[in-house]
Nanobody
Framework: QVQLAESGGGSVQAGGALRLSCARS????????RSWYRQGEGKEREFVSG???????TYADSVQGRFTASKGLNDRPASLLMNSLKPEDTAIYYC???????????????????WGRGTQVTVSS
């Protein structure tokens, strides 16, 4: 089965940078979309960035121009480079994987969507 593990979180001052990684274990028989979400204290989980299986990348307006997502090639971890961090970026960041819905081998998996456990990012002013 697929498992995701985020790393790279930490505490930085405003204006600083962090690079998050999302390592995947388990073989993929399907193409996948990879995305990042975050959840601040007392807030709902929100979309940050996504990369589709064909390479299309999208960002939330709040991080556009500051964050850069990559999927990683040859089973390398996906990453999220976060520059010019702001206190409002403070949250737990989660990696998500969605298997392609038309993958003929979906029955090899117990689910079509997988989440990591998250990594804390704290930005101080």
């Amino acid at each position: 089965q697929v498992q995701l593990a985020e790393s790279g979180g930490g505490s930085v001052q405003a204006g600083g940078a962090l690079r998050l990684s999302c390592a995947r274990s388990g073989h993929l028989y399907c193409r996948d979309d990879r995305s990042w979400y975050r959840q601040g204290e007392g807030k709902e989980r929100e979309f940050v960035s996504g990369i589709t299986s064909d390479g299309t990348i999208t960002y939330a307006d709040s991080v556009q121009g500051r964050f850069t997502a990559s999927k990683g090639l040859n089973d390398r971890p996906a990453s999220l480079l976060m520059n010019s961090l702001k206190p409002e970026d403070t949250a737990i960041y989660y990696c998500k994987l969605d298997l392609h819905p038309r993958c003929p081998w979906l029955n090899k998996y117990s689910a079509s969507t997988y989440w990591g456990r998250g990594t804390q990012v704290t930005v101080s002013s």
